[in-house]
Each structure stands twice: as structure tokens, then as C-alpha cells.
């Protein structure tokens, strides 16, 4: 599975786990953060599709959590930015541009509660 960072969009090639410590090779972010986990989703309590882990505030800082599963922190961040791409636009006028949407954010977005 290709896996790339949150915050700069690097496309990440790790030897082993990622420990509470790893940082992006590029941009130093922290990996081992709610952003970059398989289990962030906004639409749902919490912003975390797993049950039983615990409430985290900072999303973007490392953390602890267990239940941690590396994800393509970069589709969330193109999401967001497409999505704010398009309200700027219907502020002004504009009609959104076309989606070049991901295969793994459709999907996503299929099973997503409203």
C-alpha cells in the first residue's frame, strides 16, 4: 500500500513500524499522529473510525495511541484542499473545477455518515 505524509505529500518508504518518535524524512512532521492514521475520518465521533481508541484533541501531534495504523495521510490533505478550492470559488461565482478524485477517497466518502 502506498502511504504518504500529511504534511508535505512525500510518499513514504519505511523500514518497520512507525514508532511515536518517526518523523517524515522531508519535512520532519510527526508520522505517528491521528492524520496519518487509517482510522482518522472526520465524519465520524471523535474523528477516529475505531472504537476503542482514546480521545485525542491535537490530531497532527505524535501520540501513543496502540490501535495506530499508518494511512495516505496526502489524500486527506488534497481532499481538504480541493474542498476549500471549491468554496472559494462558489463564494465568488465560480463553478467547482473538475474532481481528479482518488480511488481511496471515493471509497471513503461512499461509506462516510452525512
Known sequence: MATSCYGCGAELRLDGPVGRRTTCPDCDADLHS???CRFYDEGV???CR???AEHLIDKQASNACELF???DGASRRRA???AARDALG???GEAPG???QD???ALEALFRKP
Do not use: K, T, V
Request: glycine content about 4%; aromatic content about 4%; hydrophobic content about 30%.
Open 34 to 36: 491521528c492524520i496519518n
Open 45 to 47: 465521533a471523535h474523528e
Open 50 to 52: 475505531e472504537p476503542h
Open 69 to 71: 495504523q499508518l494511512g
Open 80 to 82: 481538504r484542499s480541493r
Open 90 to 92: 462558489a463564494l465568488f
Open 98 to 100: 473538475p474532481a481528479e
Open 103 to 105: 480511488p481511496r477517497d
